[in-house]
């Protein structure tokens, strides 16, 4: 569908499939962010598992992002420049066969010490969250979401099993704006707009 140059008339009709389009997109991303921080709650990271390729995925991303720095806040600027945007392309594309939804746009948080907000979370595909999220949790970054749920807890429980994010449902509760519909399908992967190179700042 396109909406045309500016200044272009609009079909009412597009306009309308246009807006329940984005609808649905926004209800996948705040399912996504919901979903993922309620599992962070009831888990350390570090006992996470997000995909059955974990291991993959993260030797693979210290492969080819040696320098990245999963202690500091990530360079948008840098993540979404040329250079940047053909690294992360030749990164994602490996999984295009393999991960359900690896070019789907989502929401990352900047840095493995902010909650998600408006201020503190960037755009990016599930495969640039996957891969980032998995080294974070692995470094043991994200362990204090859990320790603030449960300040009580202060015991590494080694016992625990590893759950996984990958095709997970929606954590009951989770906060969908009350303006936005639930979906009747899920909206078309973003193919086109690959969010660029990861480097920290």
Same mark, same amino acid.
């Given at each position: 569908?396109?909406?045309?140059?500016?200044?272009?008339?609009?079909?009412?009709?597009?306009?309308?499939?246009?807006?329940?389009?984005?609808?649905?997109?926004?209800?996948?991303?705040?399912?996504?962010?919901?979903?993922?921080?309620?599992?962070?709650?009831?888990?350390?990271?570090?006992?996470?598992?997000?995909?059955?390729?974990?291991?993959?995925?993260? *030797? !693979?991303?210290?492969?080819?992002?040696? =320098?990245?720095? /999963?202690? @500091?806040?990530?360079? $948008?600027?840098?993540?979404?420049? &040329?250079?940047?945007?053909?690294?992360?392309?030749?990164?994602?594309?490996?999984?295009?066969?393999?991960?359900?939804?690896?070019?789907?746009?989502?929401?990352?948080?900047?840095?493995?010490?902010?909650?998600?907000?408006?201020?503190?979370?960037?755009?990016?595909?599930?495969?640039?969250?996957?891969?980032?999220?998995?080294?974070?949790?692995?470094?043991?970054?994200?362990?204090?979401?859990?320790?603030? *749920? !449960?300040?009580?807890?202060?015991?590494? =429980?080694?016992? /625990?099993? @590893?759950?996984?994010? $990958?095709?997970?449902?929606?954590? &009951?509760?989770?906060?969908?704006?009350?303006?936005?519909?639930?979906?009747?399908?899920?909206?078309?992967?973003?193919?086109?707009?690959?969010?660029?190179?990861?480097?920290?700042?």
């Amino acid at each position: 569908m396109s909406l045309g140059p500016p200044g272009a008339s609009l079909n009412p009709e597009e306009a309308d499939n246009f807006e329940d389009i984005e609808k649905q997109f926004a209800v996948k991303v705040v399912q996504h962010m919901s979903t993922y921080w309620a599992i962070l709650e009831k888990m350390r990271g570090s006992k996470l598992r997000l995909t059955k390729f974990d291991d993959e995925i993260y *030797a !693979h991303f210290k492969k080819e992002f040696p =320098d990245f720095d /999963a202690t @500091a806040t990530i360079n $948008e600027d840098e993540m979404k420049s &040329k250079a940047g945007k053909e690294r992360w392309r030749n990164f994602i594309m490996t999984y295009e066969k393999k991960i359900d939804d690896y070019n789907f746009g989502t929401m990352l948080r900047a840095n493995p010490g902010f909650e998600y907000g408006e201020k503190e979370s960037i755009f990016a595909v599930r495969m640039q969250f996957y891969a980032i999220e998995i080294v974070r949790n692995r470094e043991g970054l994200n362990d204090w979401i859990y320790e603030k *749920a !449960h300040p009580e807890d202060k015991r590494v =429980d080694e016992t /625990a099993p @590893a759950a996984k994010l $990958e095709n997970a449902e929606p954590a &009951k509760g989770a906060e969908v704006p009350p303006e936005v519909a639930e979906p009747e399908e899920e909206p078309a992967a973003v193919q086109d707009s690959v969010p660029t190179g990861a480097a920290a700042s």
